[in-house]
């Protein structure tokens, strides 16, 4: 199956900081999405991005999909965006089924 | 819209209990997965259906494990019966017609069996 790798695996950060958070895919996808799973364990989405990218807010993501990885960048990061980030994939084709990466553990220091 | 609801969210129970878990997809959403978070293995798709059909059930653990979607607004997920190693947290997702679109979660059940 489709291997998803994110790093680092932890950062912590002061806030007011900016961070890059990568994600390495090994396979064509039609799906990538990005989550951050906040302290609750709610799994909130922050971006849909098999290609491209997009900004919303403090937040931004670009996925190089002939390269197969993708950036989310936090910048001016708030302890509220202390949590879980996870990037899934789903295969090109027909199977819509979200392979998950491990998540990367964000801590933000006030 | 209310997003994806799932029931309960806090579930404790003895081993050898049976266990059902319940959600309800965004309306007008027509595919639908269940996943299944632990520390060891992370987060991992058990089941999913599309227009209320199951498509592939190749992540469910075992026979204890069984998945209903009997009509486009409901599903239920049920383990008979539970052991320890079944606690986790249980999400339910849905998401739009076609492969190229994004899966909302809902908040998920967590599931402590003793």
């Known amino acids: 199956g489709i291997q998803v790798e994110q790093s680092p695996p932890d950062l912590i950060l002061q806030e007011g900081a900016n961070s890059t958070l990568r994600c390495n895919f090994s396979?064509?996808?039609?799906?990538l999405q990005w989550f951050h799973q906040n302290p609750w364990g709610q799994l909130i989405n922050l971006f849909y991005i098999p290609s491209g990218t997009k900004q919303n807010g403090r937040l931004s993501a670009t996925t190089v999909a002939t390269e197969r990885y993708s950036l989310l960048y936090i910048s001016s990061s708030q302890t509220t965006d202390s949590g879980v980030y996870f990037c899934?994939?789903?295969?090109?084709?027909?199977?819509?089924?979200?392979?998950f990466g491990k998540g990367i553990t964000l801590s933000v220091r006030p | 819209d209310a997003g994806v609801i799932q029931s309960p969210r806090h579930e404790v129970t003895e081993m050898g209990q049976e266990v059902t878990l319940r959600c309800k997809p965004i309306s007008g959403h027509n595919s639908l997965f269940w996943y299944r978070q632990t520390m060891m293995r992370g987060l991992e798709l058990l089941i999913y259906?599309?227009?209320?059909?199951?498509?592939?059930d190749s992540g469910m653990p075992e026979d204890r494990f069984s998945a209903k979607m009997p009509n486009a607004s409901f599903s239920t997920l049920k383990i008979q019966p539970s052991e320890p190693r079944d606690s986790a947290v249980y999400f339910c997702a849905s998401k739009g017609q076609g492969t190229a679109y994004e899966q909302y979660f809902g908040p998920g059940t967590r599931l402590t069996v003793t």
């Open positions: 259906f599309n227009n209320n059909v199951p498509i592939d």
């Open positions: 899934a994939v789903a295969l090109t084709g027909a199977n819509s089924k979200l392979t």
């Open positions: 396979d064509s996808v039609n799906n």
